[in-house]
């Protein structure tokens, strides 16, 4: 990638990346099964798949997010930060299975 000049470059980049990785997740989980009877997606890929797509979310919004807070005041930066903390959380959780 050549000089983003502040724009943003690296946190577009992610939030492509992570698009990219839910649209193939989300086809494989809920599109690929429609089309044949005979795709059946075991439990453990699909958690596996389940935990990729929230990580995948969470870094393309996360970076997404910190690309706008960067470019706003105090306020918006640390409810970001808070925001991303929480998500954070939350999927840690559900990895360790504690939610």
């Known amino acids: 990638m050549g000089r983003d000049n ?5 946190a577009l980049f992610c939030c492509f990346i992570a698009l990219g990785v839910a649209a193939v997740i989300a086809f494989i989980t809920y599109l690929l099964p429609l089309v044949s009877d ?15 797509f929230k990580v ?3 870094v393309g919004l996360a970076f997404g997010a910190f690309a706008f807070a960067s470019r706003r005041g105090f306020i918006v930066k640390i409810l970001t930060a808070i925001f991303v903390l929480v998500f954070v959380v939350a999927i840690v959780l559900v990895i360790v299975g504690i939610a």
């Open 38 to 52: 005979s795709i059946v997606i075991g439990g453990d890929v699909m958690n596996i798949m389940d935990i990729v």
């Open 6 to 10: 502040g724009n943003g470059g690296f």
């Open 56 to 58: 995948a979310a969470l």
